[in-house]
């Protein structure tokens, strides 16, 4: 069992910068990919990035390629999501999850994180 808590999420301007953070309980952090997913209102839940158990791997949509980097602090518990150059159209509530691989499709993930909102102002 893990528990997935995300924090760090706020109200930027466009072009601004936010880390996300997401804190995990339990001992077997280390053993999980972990993704960073959003989901705006009325929206379907979309892939953001993902990184392997090692940190080793990464993958990200190709929308937040070169801006969005994802990283992660075993020795922590603790999984990053740095957001640069953000959007408008990137307000949405922000979610990480844990996985036995990385992936980009949410069904390959067990647990889940609150969420934690972002707003980019225009």
């Known amino acids: 069992q893990v528990q997935l808590v995300e924090s760090g999420g706020g109200l930027v301007q466009a072009g601004g910068s936010l880390r996300l953070s997401c804190a995990a309980s339990g001992r077997t952090f280390s053993t999980y990919a972990m993704g960073w997913f959003r989901q705006a209102p009325g929206k379907e839940r979309d892939f953001v990035a993902a990184i392997s158990s090692s940190g080793i791997r990464r993958i990200y949509s190709d929308s937040v390629k070169g801006r969005f980097t994802i990283s992660r602090d075993n020795a922590k518990n603790t999984v990053y999501l740095q957001m640069n150059t953000l959007k408008p159209e990137e307000t949405a509530v922000y979610y990480c999850?844990?996985?036995?691989?990385?992936?980009?499709?949410?069904?390959?993930?067990?647990?889940w994180g609150q969420g934690t909102q972002v707003t980019v102002s225009s």
């Open positions: 999850a844990a996985a036995a691989s990385a992936s980009r499709e949410s069904r390959s993930y067990d647990y």
